[in-house]
């Protein structure tokens, strides 16, 4: 029954969403409302805002999203050779042919991670993956066991945490993560080292040290992983559905959404906002009325001004959007007639230059995807940025060069498919989740998350100042449909609660006739002058 109760949701979207839906004309002087609420974007923040809007007992209210399903950056696409097929979960979580990674799932009675219930709820397939335990070390000569260097980046990665929470103790500056690095005395100064220290770092942040928070970082794998601090725990499972990951969400939806909640193909392009309510315009001139908007767009969104807001956005709110940066943190797979490579679930390659294809994962291994034939290596940052610049060819050749150099006794063959996402020139994106820099204060994190008026709200994995990020390490299935999602720092559990916490307090604002709603802070100035 639950099969088909989500067949027949999904089918109820399909027809949504075909050219045959009439556009609303729209009299600017009577301003019909289409709806009390609408929710601009359908991902996990947009969908769970909804439930709660639901639940409080508030049905007048719309999701408009700009794709031709949920999701949000949980996505997919089709991978592989004739025969060998698989459906990509593409999303900043990281998806495979049902293969994704709830990261901090919970701990004997202590919280639980929102997704990793959902994904209990409706009996997502899981299986542990072992990041740190089953792992081969490589560098520019071939196979290298730098094991001993590995282990001593994740004892440094413990002490900078450690001493960053002892900076809040105390109330000390907050700093670059670099700079912690320094003053614990962790100073990697070999490629293998570097590479040790990307794994721990730059693989969950998708920037460098150099460009992160000392403070906020550690926070954010705190609050994920350390029940000491109400933590869910450090278990990191992989899902291996075949119906996807990304199912979690639309079983979610199909409880309680109907279609005419959701309109499916309509990407924003303006959202005029006033004292008495919003319209928001689509690519191609058709105009939504409504008392109140809740954008769930990424933060690359808003920095980018894909979406005009009129009037525009006040200081302090702008101020925000650009003090916070988006990162990029792209898969690239790639699938071969047959396995070559190592048996661990996990490789490390050490290069002269930090970051250049670094991180490689088997899914041909026998606890995820046997018989694939497919690998991926991970990239993040500018080097994310610099792949998305060039084609296809260039970047398979260039990671193929990689493989080559670490099986120098391998004859390594041209792969029979090559896949990756283009993330950061995505319009609907612009990167794949936020991270907080050394000068991004908590008044501005207030701002990021604090209405414009009492009609304009905001929500998402970068509101959420303990899970900011949403980071998804990808995962894939074969055969039917190959979908899976990693939860890292960023977390998609950041846009669970904030989609959550947000249209909560909308909630209180609409029953009660108005509100005020978050507050914000108009300048944000130091504690002591300028000493110049």
Not at 143 to 150: Q, S
Not at 360 to 370: A, I, K, Y
Request: with cysteine.
């Amino acid at each position: 029954m639950a099969c088909l109760r989500i067949w027949m949701f999904q089918l109820g979207l399909l027809l949504l969403s075909l050219p045959s839906a009439s556009g609303l004309s729209v009299d600017s002087s009577a301003h019909k409302k289409d709806a009390s609420v609408l929710i601009l974007g359908g991902g996990v923040a947009g969908v769970i805002a909804a439930r709660t809007l639901h639940e409080k007992g508030l049905n007048n209210f719309t999701i408009v999203e700009a794709r031709g399903e949920l999701g949000g950056r949980l996505t997919s696409t089709k991978f592989g050779a004739p025969g060998k097929e698989v459906t990509l979960e593409l999303g900043t979580f990281v998806y495979q042919l049902r293969a994704n990674w709830v990261q901090g799932t919970q701990t004997d009675g202590g919280p639980a991670n929102p997704i990793w219930t959902l994904a209990q709820k409706h009996s997502l397939h899981t299986h542990f993956n072992d990041w740190f335990g089953s792992i081969s070390t490589y560098d520019a000569t071939g196979p290298l066991d730098y094991l001993d260097t590995f282990n001593e980046s994740g004892d440094a990665y413990t002490n900078l945490t450690v001493a960053a929470g002892t900076r809040v103790d105390r109330q000390l500056v907050d700093g670059t993560a670099r700079t912690g690095y320094s003053l614990i005395g962790a100073k990697s100064t070999t490629p293998q080292a570097s590479a040790s220290e990307y794994y721990q770092f730059d693989w969950e942040y998708a920037q460098t040290p150099e460009e992160s928070s000392w403070i906020a970082s550690s926070w954010g794998n705190n609050f994920t992983y350390n029940t000491d601090v109400g933590g869910f725990g450090d278990d990191n499972q992989m899902a291996l559905d075949q119906r996807g990951f990304k199912y979690f969400l639309d079983a979610e939806a199909a409880e309680f959404l109907q279609p005419h909640q959701l309109r499916l193909n309509s990407t924003v392009k303006k959202i005029i906002h006033s004292h008495s309510g919003v319209t928001v315009e689509l690519v191609g001139g058709e105009k939504l009325h409504a008392d109140y908007a809740l954008c769930t767009f990424s933060l690359g969104v808003l920095q980018h001004d894909d979406v005009v807001f009129e009037p525009v956005l006040p200081n302090w709110k702008q101020e925000a959007i650009h003090s916070m940066d988006m990162a990029t943190y792209t898969k690239i797979f790639l699938q071969f007639p047959e396995k070559f490579w190592f048996d661990t679930e996990m490789a490390l390659y050490a290069d002269s230059e930090r970051g250049r294809y670094p991180v490689w994962q088997s899914l041909d291994h026998e606890n995820f995807l046997p018989g694939s034939g497919i690998i991926f290596v991970t990239v993040t940052g500018d080097y994310s940025v610099r792949v998305e610049g060039l084609s296809d060819a260039q970047v398979q050749e260039e990671a193929l060069g990689v493989l080559r150099t670490m099986f120098p006794n391998t004859t390594v063959p041209d792969p029979i498919a090559f896949h990756f996402p283009r993330w950061n020139s995505d319009p609907l994106f612009r990167g794949s989740y936020s991270n907080w820099p050394a000068s991004f204060f908590s008044e501005h994190h207030q701002n990021l998350r604090a209405n414009v008026g009492e009609r304009l709200w905001f929500a998402g994995e970068a509101t959420s100042q303990k899970y900011f990020g949403v980071f998804i390490h990808v995962r894939f299935g074969w055969c039917v449909r190959l979908s899976d999602v990693i939860l890292d720092p960023g977390f998609l559990h950041g846009a669970y609660f904030e989609g959550f916490d947000v249209a909560g307090e909308l909630a209180k604002c609409i029953k009660g006739g108005g509100c005020a709603g978050m507050a914000h802070v108009s300048d944000i100035t130091n504690t002591r002058p300028y000493q110049i």
